[in-house]
């Protein structure tokens, strides 16, 4: 579990960003975090991660092991010359986990195994995306946190993706937090939305936004 409790944020000299916010992550959630461009999403997810620190609130966390999938290649030197396969074993041996089975666990388990060999940067946007997901699940994480995944990925590989998203918080109940522009994934697949509008955070549930937000007729296509 994760509670943040009246959580006052601003960057250096900056107005504050986030004001009096207040969430709970429970275990087993499937949460969307929704907000215009600029209304503190990222920055959300940087002080759920303890990247940043807020200026005033509480911040517990209860959960083992927190894993961050980043917007695609947002860490990545796309003409850096490694495998995939490296692309774990690094991550593997910066958790310090001796067992190199978990490599080729995660890689089936993402159904990528068959890509061990490739240079990451010549994978497609929908390969990558599944290969970062198997490089978190590496620690064996409880709580996964994605930024906006579906970024530079067509939409067949977005309806491939996100089965695989649900089925790793429904099967392996592992909560799941993700930064969602795209609504209609959102809608689909989340427990709850959590919308940010003016530094303020709300939860709601996916029928509700769609009632509240959005345009009759995305609330049609996402049939919910
Ligand atoms: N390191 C930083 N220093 C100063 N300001 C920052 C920093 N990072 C982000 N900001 C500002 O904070 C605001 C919120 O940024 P953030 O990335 O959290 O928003 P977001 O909701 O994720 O946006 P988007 O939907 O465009 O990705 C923006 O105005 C941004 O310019």
């Known amino acids: ?59 517990v966390n209860t959960f083992h092991h927190c894993a961050y999938v980043p917007q695609r290649f947002e860490t990545l030197n796309s003409q850096f010359p490694i495998t995939v396969y490296e692309v774990l074993n690094c991550y593997r041996k910066v958790l310090h986990i001796k ?31 599944k290969v970062m997901i198997a490089r978190a699940l590496i620690g064996n994480p409880d709580l996964l946190i994605f930024d906006e995944p579906s970024t530079g990925i067509d939409v067949k590989s977005q309806m491939e993706l996100y089965p695989f998203i649900r089925q790793l918080n429904q099967k392996k ?36 936004y769609i009632r509240e937000y959005v345009s009759d007729t995305i609330g049609r296509e996402a049939d919910v």
């Open 1 to 59: 579990m994760i509670s943040l409790q009246h959580i006052y944020f601003a960057y250096e000299r900056g107005p504050y960003l986030l004001k009096d916010l207040d969430m709970v992550i429970e275990n087993g959630d499937y949460i969307s975090v929704v907000g215009e461009n600029g209304s503190g999403k990222s920055t959300l997810i940087k002080l759920i991660l303890g990247l940043l620190s807020p200026s005033s609130g509480k911040a």
């Open 99 to 129: 067992d190199k089975k978990l490599i080729w666990e995660c890689l089936e388990q993402m159904k990528v195994a068959d890509l061990k060999d490739r240079l990451i940067g010549n994978l497609s946007g929908g390969q990558c995306q």
């Open 173 to 208: 109940n592992i909560t799941v937090v993700t930064v969602e522009h795209n609504l209609k994934f959102a809608i689909h697949n989340s427990t709850k939305m959590f919308h940010i509008v003016g530094g303020h955070g709300h939860f709601c549930s996916p029928a509700d």
